[in-house]
């Protein structure tokens, strides 16, 4: 007989924010699968979570990879209830004019072609049970330009259309799809290393982002897989094709320690 468990499976799961998000769906009393590249990671982050989490292999720039963790799930747990698109890299750095098509090609399938696929084999176990909650990492660079790369920025941008455009056919079946877009978070992503190195390299981004933060500090992993389980629960209910912000404020504007003294500090309004 099937566990009653609701089952996530999340993509990037061995690292950063979708390692926290597994820590939060445990918590939450789901059975958790990590899907990532890094498989001794991700094995290593499910076995600390006990007997619940689970690891697999899974390339979001792969078709089958998605296909097969989706086949295998149903298998094992009879159901999908979270779908969490978290895998993601920076893509090519640089101005427009030097960046070549492959790089174009090679970001777009890993951070934006990646949510397409996920959503696209997610969808087929959920509308079998009727129900289900789709949560896609974008990016508050995603919203705005200039808090990423061009291309980063541009897929998550995609990532928020196409959140919102599932969302709408897919409310008919009783399946939510969201969006959440982070600010700057406190993970390896920023540091250009997968190892053990990151942590020191963090250090430095650290203070060096600060200052231009709202809330004068990067967020905790944790923070932004809060909200994730919140999307993925019964108290979202009447949340769908939304796009989250998740940004201390940044994208509110400029720190208000950094605005100019005359708007400050009080004076009258003349009269
Ligand atoms: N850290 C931030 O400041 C920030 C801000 C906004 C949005 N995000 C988004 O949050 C998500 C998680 O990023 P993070 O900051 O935790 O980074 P991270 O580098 O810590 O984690 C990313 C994970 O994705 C995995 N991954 C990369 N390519 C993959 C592939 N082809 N198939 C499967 N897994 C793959 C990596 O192995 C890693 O475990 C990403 O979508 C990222 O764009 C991060």
């Given at each position: 007989?099937?566990?009653?468990?609701?089952?996530?499976?999340?993509?990037?799961?061995?690292?950063?924010?979708?390692?926290?998000?597994?820590?939060?769906?445990?918590?939450?009393?789901?059975?958790?699968?990590?899907?990532?590249?890094?498989?001794?990671?991700?094995?290593?982050?499910?076995?600390?979570?006990?007997?619940?989490?689970?690891?697999?292999?899974?390339?979001?720039?792969?078709?089958?990879?998605?296909?097969?963790?989706?086949?295998?799930?149903?298998?094992?747990?009879?159901?999908?209830?979270?779908?969490?698109?978290?895998?993601?890299?920076?893509g090519a750095l640089g101005p427009i004019a030097e960046i070549p098509l492959e790089e174009f090609e090679y970001a777009q399938s890993i951070i934006f072609r990646s949510v397409f696929l996920g959503m696209k084999h997610a969808a087929r176990a959920m509308q079998g049970q009727g129900s289900g909650s789709i949560v896609n990492i974008a990016s508050a660079a995603g919203l705005v330009a200039g808090y990423g790369p061009h291309l980063y920025s541009a897929c998550k941008a995609a990532v928020v259309q196409l959140t919102q455009s599932v969302a709408l056919e897919l409310i008919e079946q009783g399946?939510?799809?969201?969006?959440?877009?982070?600010?700057?978070?406190?993970?390896?992503?920023?540091?250009?290393?997968?190892?053990?190195?990151?942590?020191?390299?963090?250090?430095?981004?650290?203070?060096?982002?600060?200052?231009?933060?709202?809330?004068?500090?990067?967020?905790?992993?944790?923070?932004i897989a809060d909200a994730v389980v919140w999307l993925a629960s019964a108290q979202s209910s009447y949340v769908t094709g939304h796009a989250l912000v998740i940004d201390g404020g940044l994208l509110a504007g400029p720190p208000w320690r950094k605005q100019p003294d005359y708007y400050r500090e009080f004076r009258p309004a003349r009269r």
């Open positions: 007989m099937h566990e009653q468990r609701p089952v996530c499976l999340i993509t990037g799961g061995a690292s950063g924010i979708g390692a926290a998000c597994a820590s939060a769906f445990i918590t939450a009393g789901y059975t958790v699968i990590i899907g990532d590249i890094q498989h001794d990671k991700s094995r290593a982050v499910a076995a600390a979570l006990g007997e619940h989490a689970s690891a697999c292999e899974l390339n979001v720039a792969v078709e089958a990879d998605f296909e097969n963790a989706v086949t295998a799930l149903m298998a094992t747990h009879g159901r999908l209830d979270c779908l969490v698109n978290n895998a993601a890299i920076v399946i939510r799809v969201n969006a959440v877009c982070p600010g700057n978070v406190e993970t390896p992503i920023h540091t250009g290393v997968t190892d053990e190195r990151w942590l020191r390299r963090m250090d430095k981004i650290r203070i060096d982002r600060a200052d231009d933060q709202p809330m004068g500090r990067m967020a905790l992993p944790a923070e």
